[in-house]
């Protein structure tokens, strides 16, 4: 009711016309959501996306994706690589030999994008000293963080489920079928540790989770409850 902005009430409210209860509605609320996004936003991240495709364009590199789950990696990643030679490396479907799929890419001097969620330090230290070891500390590497809150997160994850069954999707998110378990977002949030250059990047570029529906339905289907 909230979502559909329709007034709710109770029986007893309704027939014995008791005093309204406080029931606002305390979780994530996507109508706001979308309402406090710039409306150029979606805009100004291609803008983004734009001047990265052409960094790693320029010379070939490796673009390791940082955030939660259904935050949009995968789709930006997508966006950065179209109608390019740039690769898209996805953990969950090289998940063995994945440093030597990363190798053997950027030594046919194409760029990479990893998408995977890579919220330690540690681990992503791991992935930029192999990569300098075997091709050379001149090899660059980049960081994309893509921000989104946890409910944010949580609802795309729903939302997204939905979309596969609907619509054609990219092999990387169409095995979502079912929603994602809350605990692969409460560990990512456990073990997220800010990015930092020191880690032995070029550039961190940062954004954020921004939807765009393929129609009025998808949009619909978003502004829905999920929890």
């Keep these: 009711a909230q979502a559909s902005k329709i007034v709710f009430v109770t029986p007893e409210e309704f027939i014995y016309r008791e005093s309204p209860q406080d029931r606002t509605f305390s979780g994530f609320d996507p109508g706001e959501y979308l309402k406090h996004l710039p409306k150029d936003a979606y805009e100004a991240q291609e803008t983004l996306l734009t001047r990265i495709r052409t960094v790693l364009l320029q010379k070939p590199g490796l673009l390791i994706m940082i955030g939660y789950p259904a935050s949009g990696k995968s789709t930006i990643a997508r966006r950065i690589a179209a109608g390019t030679?740039?690769?898209?490396?996805?953990?969950?479907?090289?998940?063995k030999n994945l440093n030597d799929h990363l190798i053997s890419a950027l030594q046919a001097k194409t760029s990479v994008i990893l998408d995977s969620t890579n919220p330690k330090r540690v681990s992503r230290m791991a992935i930029v000293q192999e990569v300098h070891q075997r091709l050379g500390s001149s090899t660059?590497?980049?960081?994309?963080?893509?921000?989104?809150?946890?409910?944010?997160?949580?609802?795309?994850n729903h939302w997204r489920a939905w979309m596969v069954e609907h619509y054609k999707l990219h092999e990387s998110v169409a095995k979502h079928q079912k929603p994602l378990p809350t605990v692969a977002f409460t560990k990512f949030m456990a073990e997220y540790q800010e990015p930092s250059l020191d880690e032995g990047v070029e550039q961190i570029w940062n954004t954020s989770l921004i939807p765009k529906f393929e129609d009025e339905e998808s949009r619909v289907r978003f502004l829905q409850f999920q929890e």
Aim: no cysteine.
């Design 140 to 156: 660059p590497v980049y960081y994309l963080n893509v921000h989104s809150s946890l409910d944010l997160a949580k609802h795309v």
């Design 85 to 95: 030679s740039i690769q898209v490396l996805h953990r969950d479907l090289v998940a």
